[in-house]
């Protein structure tokens, strides 16, 4: 594969600001996925004092060819989890905060119970907070996804990640068809909530397989997407296949605008969260 091209080039993390966030979350003992997934923009996120938490510990059950985050021995729930969390958010003085996490296919409900617990805990405490959250799949466990769904966020994003014939390649422990009634699922059950979704260009896909997942996800009303590069966290990895140029992105971007999506991030650097809180201002 061809080094990175000039336009991938993130912004560097300004030592003042991006330490200090740093320095909390280690002081509160909490993940995020800015650092878990290697993500390229911590350096702007964390600048402008914003992070993505991952709650439900640092390993996950799965082990996607394409994501950074640990696979190992899973580690128990931490109970002041949403305690640290409600500090965290206080001491960044945020107004958009994002919750995520590992998938966690060893709990019954697959961790859903703790989102649940975190929404509640911070919407209780903190007044005009809005909330976004990144699920998995849970499965396919309808009353898991409820759970989340009746805990009231803002927003509940699940990624697609690819097209389908790829996901045997970079994502074999997960069902295509499962992540959209995910989607579909938010719309049916939280008809309030915005849904959300996100997809990762260069491990192969052609432009009509895209062009096809974003008319699956419209078909089951999803109302934001984010499109990003796949970038290869180390050599263990899927390889990266291509390097989009930005101009393509715009074409995506224009081409979901005309399908019905009511915000869009799509770009080389783009990622879940990337300036998720835009679509409120």
Same mark, same amino acid.
């Given at each position: 594969?061809?080094?990175? /091209? ?29 650092? #878990? ?6 350096? #702007? ?22 994501? &950074?985050?640990? &696979?190992?021995?899973?580690?128990? =729930? ?5 305690? &640290? ?25 697959? +961790? ?11 919407? &209780? ?58 989607? $579909? ?41 984010? =499109? ?10 899927? /390889?990266?296949? #291509? ?12 081409? +979901?605008?005309?399908?019905?999506? $009511?915000?869009? #991030?799509? +770009? /080389? ?13």
């Amino acid at each position: 594969m061809e080094r990175k /091209p000039k336009w991938l080039k993130a912004s560097p993390l300004t030592v003042s600001k991006g330490m200090k966030v740093n320095k909390i979350l280690k002081d509160l003992n909490l993940n995020t996925v800015c650092n #878990e997934a290697n993500c390229p923009n911590i350096g #702007e996120c964390f600048s402008r004092k914003t992070a993505t938490f991952m709650i439900l510990g640092r390993i996950c059950s799965r082990n996607c060819k394409f994501c &950074n985050v640990i &696979n190992g021995n899973l580690e128990k =729930i931490d109970p002041v989890e949403h305690i &640290n969390i409600l500090e965290a958010v206080k001491k960044l003085n945020l107004k958009h905060v994002v919750i995520t996490s590992v998938t966690r296919d060893d709990l019954i409900d697959g +961790g859903a119970g703790q989102f649940s617990l975190v929404i509640k805990f911070l919407k &209780n405490n903190i007044k005009n907070i809005t909330i976004e959250v990144l699920i998995p799949d849970f499965q396919g466990k309808v009353d898991c996804l409820r759970k989340v769904i009746l805990a009231s966020p803002q927003i509940i994003g699940h990624n697609i990640e690819t097209v389908p014939r790829l996901y045997d390649l970079v994502r074999s422990e997960s069902e295509y068809k499962r992540s959209i009634e995910v989607i $579909k699922g938010i719309k049916t059950y939280g008809k309030n909530i915005l849904s959300k979704s996100g997809i990762m260009l260069g491990l192969g896909e052609n432009e009509d397989e895209l062009i096809r997942v974003m008319e699956d996800l419209r078909y089951v009303s999803c109302d934001i997407l984010t =499109i990003g590069q796949y970038l290869q966290p180390t050599k263990k990895h899927f /390889p990266v296949k #291509e390097y989009v140029k930005p101009e393509v992105f715009d074409k995506y971007k224009e081409y +979901g605008i005309k399908l019905g999506f $009511k915000h869009i #991030e799509s +770009g /080389p650097l783009v990622r879940s969260s990337y300036y998720a809180d835009k679509i409120f201002e």
